[in-house]
């Protein structure tokens, strides 16, 4: 009876287990989950710098696409055949980076919790400019002698007689002599020096690519070692290519590097416009402390746009010009310069040492970009 007992009531518990699991089984089948599918899709494109004059957007390529839906957990945005970018806030932002105007298709995805989708696409122009700088002239000076005269010219002279002393009472005459200016071991040497020369008792070399390189816009850089001393006043800096037709400073003077030997740790960078040259008062210049400014090579840069004049020294800006209200007396500076090395020596308000003999500024290279 024992043993019968227990095989009866193994069997109904076994009758009992069949019955619970085919009982579950229907339970599942009928309260399956309903489907929810997002509906009212909608996609909006709004392209970066987008107006009536540039409809496909400002050049740099970044669109925001945002997409909603209802019942939308989570949200898809694929471009052309990439691989699809999901986040749960429908807000896409998206960097184009092939130049030109192309069209892409933009497809996008809004899924619900149950993971069901409904999706859209679109197809969508986008501008984007080459914002990628290109060498476009440079001398690196690497064929010794004198420099290449298919890109330098030169001031010569003590600036007499219209300008004596080159506007600033400066002592040098400059001359266009090996003495003066050579390249050398792959610098450009401007070399001033004492001497008695077409009556003056400094010499010394102004380069300049008047009529040979003017440009508009872009970066200059010029890597350089300064000379030094009491009286030496090298600078790396350009003029509008019109000043012989409206004058200084209507042209527009850019000085991207002036230094001057009896403030030796500084070295500074300005403007010259109509609004304010020769030392206005109330002018902000670029000064910065470079101690191995006569040891040691340096960058100094311009990085000149349509809105503003960036001054650099080894890629850290020092100094921006960007006046609040342009116009020809603020902003000379939509026309095309010229670039010019030299080193000067003494003017109206330093003087020379009087043991001063020889100093050179050395200029490794200088490249402008656009």
């Known amino acids: 009876m024992i043993i019968t007992s227990k095989h009866y009531i193994l069997n109904i518990s076994f009758l009992l287990l069949i019955s619970c699991s085919v009982g579950n089984d229907g339970i599942d089948a009928s309260s399956e989950p309903e489907k929810i599918v997002p509906s009212k899709l909608t996609l909006e494109v709004d392209k970066q710098g987008e107006n009536s004059e540039y409809i496909n957007g400002d050049g740099s390529g970044l669109v925001t696409f945002t997409v909603t839906a209802e019942n939308a957990k989570t949200y898809g ?42 999706s859209t696409f679109k197809k969508v122009l986008v501008y984007v400019s080459d914002n990628e700088l290109q060498l476009k002239w440079s001398d690196d000076f ?102 012989d037709e409206v004058g200084w400073p209507k042209c527009g ?62 890629g850290d800006v020092k100094y921006n010009y960007q006046p609040a209200n342009k116009d020809s007396n603020t902003w000379p500076y939509n026309a095309p310069q010229f670039l010019t090395l030299n080193v000067a020596l003494g003017g109206n308000w330093f003087t020379i040492d009087e043991n001063f003999s020889e100093a050179v500024m050395e200029i490794d290279y200088i490249k402008v970009y656009q």
Request: glycine residues 10%; contains cysteine; negative net charge.
């Open 253 to 314: 003077e850019i000085d991207i590097m002036e230094h001057w030997g009896h403030n030796p740790t500084i070295v500074s960078s300005a403007t010259h416009t109509p609004a304010c040259s020769g030392g206005c008062q109330g002018t902000k210049v670029g000064e910065t402390n470079i101690n191995d400014y006569a040891t040691a090579f340096h960058i100094y840069s311009l990085e000149w746009t349509k809105d503003d004049l960036k001054f650099l020294i080894d």
């Open 77 to 118: 945005l694929k471009v052309d055949s990439e691989t699809e970018i999901k986040n749960t806030s429908g807000v896409f932002k998206y960097v184009f980076t092939d130049n030109g105007t192309s069209e892409y298709l933009i497809s996008v995805f809004a899924y619900s919790s149950t993971g069901n989708e409904a």
């Open 142 to 243: 690497n064929i010794d002698g004198a420099p290449d005269s298919s890109k330098w010219g030169f001031d010569t002279g003590n600036g007499c007689p219209n300008l004596c002393g080159w506007g600033n009472g400066e002592k040098q005459y400059y001359t266009n002599r090996s003495d003066n200016v050579i390249v050398e071991d792959g610098v450009l040497k401007i070399i001033a020096k004492k001497e008695n020369y077409q009556g003056a008792s400094y010499t010394s070399a102004r380069l300049l690519t008047k009529d040979k390189y003017e440009f508009t816009y872009g970066r200059v850089d010029v890597r350089a070692k300064l000379p030094s001393g009491q009286g030496t006043w090298p600078a790396i800096w350009m003029l509008g290519a019109n000043i």
